[in-house]
């Protein structure tokens, strides 16, 4: 019981004691002097590469829209692929429900066997 007495009053002088204390200089903040850091300070790796890329202005991973296209023999719908054939999947129509499926080799431009519509493979190498 004396053990439990001693151990109550020791907690309690200490609490009072660091209740009392100045804060100490050795404390930190959450936010160091700049601030929080931001994405592109703390990015690493793989995530540092594709943000640079994207600040260049290049499209690492094909995630912007493509350009529009004629889809004639001369100015061919442009396909990347990182290997040399590719499945490509054609709405020959804009209200079309049925997607015309065919392969698409590298090489030279190749016709949808349905509108006619031309394609063109071009290799596309991976940013890592």
């Not at 804060?23 to 700049?34: D, L």
């Not at 640079?52 to 690492?60: I, T, Y």
Request: charged share 25%.
């Amino acid at each position: 019981m004396a053990a439990r007495l001693f151990l109550r009053a020791s907690c309690n002088a200490v609490r009072l004691a660091s209740a009392n204390a100045a804060p100490r200089a050795s404390q930190r903040a959450i936010a160091t002097e700049k601030g929080i850091p931001t994405d592109d300070e703390q990015a690493t790796g793989l995530e540092r590469r594709s943000l640079q890329a994207l600040k260049k202005g290049q499209d690492p991973f094909s995630i912007f829209r493509p350009k529009t296209y004629t889809g004639t023999k001369e100015d061919p719908h442009i396909v990347p692929c990182i290997g040399n054939k590719r499945l490509v999947g054609c709405l020959c129509e804009e209200d079309n429900t049925a997607i015309v499926w065919f392969w698409l080799h590298e090489g030279n431009a190749q016709r949808c066997p349905s509108c006619g519509s031309h394609y063109k493979l071009i290799h596309h190498d991976l940013p890592h």
